[in-house]
Nanobody, 127 residues
Framework: QVQLVESGGGWVQAGDPLRLSCAAAGRTLNTYAMGWFRQAPGKGRELVAAITWSAGNTFYADSVKGRFPISRDTAKNAMSLQMNSLKPEDTALYYC????????????????????WGQGTQVNVSS
């Protein structure tokens, strides 16, 4: 059993920073990549950022590029998302996911590439 546990969500004002973390627990996870997705009310789950585990290649949604650097700690099997200059439109439930097989950069932008998911952490940004 693999569990992904997110933490770090909360309420902030526009312009404030927030840091999300995701840790994998349970049996050893053969990770190819991990990613952050978000889902706002009435919308689908969309990619925020992803990172490949071995090479550390990163992928970002255009809406967060330059604001939300993603990083990973392979020794701790953990991943973080530093969210800077938050905007009200960043309000959503943020999920971390783990991809366990070799995938193209295009496929890593899709939720179908991720086998394991956390329960999500809520981020609310007020104007």
């Amino acid at each position: 059993q693999v569990q992904l546990v997110e933490s770090g969500g909360g309420w902030v004002q526009a312009g404030d920073p927030l840091r999300l973390s995701c840790a994998a627990a349970g049996r050893t996870l053969n990770t190819y990549a991990m990613g952050w997705f978000r889902q706002a009310p009435g919308k689908g789950r969309e990619l925020v950022a992803a990172i490949t585990w071995s090479a550390g290649n990163t992928f970002y949604a255009d809406s967060v590029k330059g604001r939300f650097p993603i990083s990973r700690d392979t020794a701790k099997n953990a991943m973080s998302l530093q969210m800077n200059s938050l905007k009200p439109e960043d309000t959503a439930l943020y999920y971390c996911g783990a991809c366990t097989f070799l995938s193209s950069s295009t496929y890593l932008r899709q939720r179908e590439a991720y086998k394991y998911w956390g329960q999500g952490t809520q981020v609310n940004v007020s104007s």
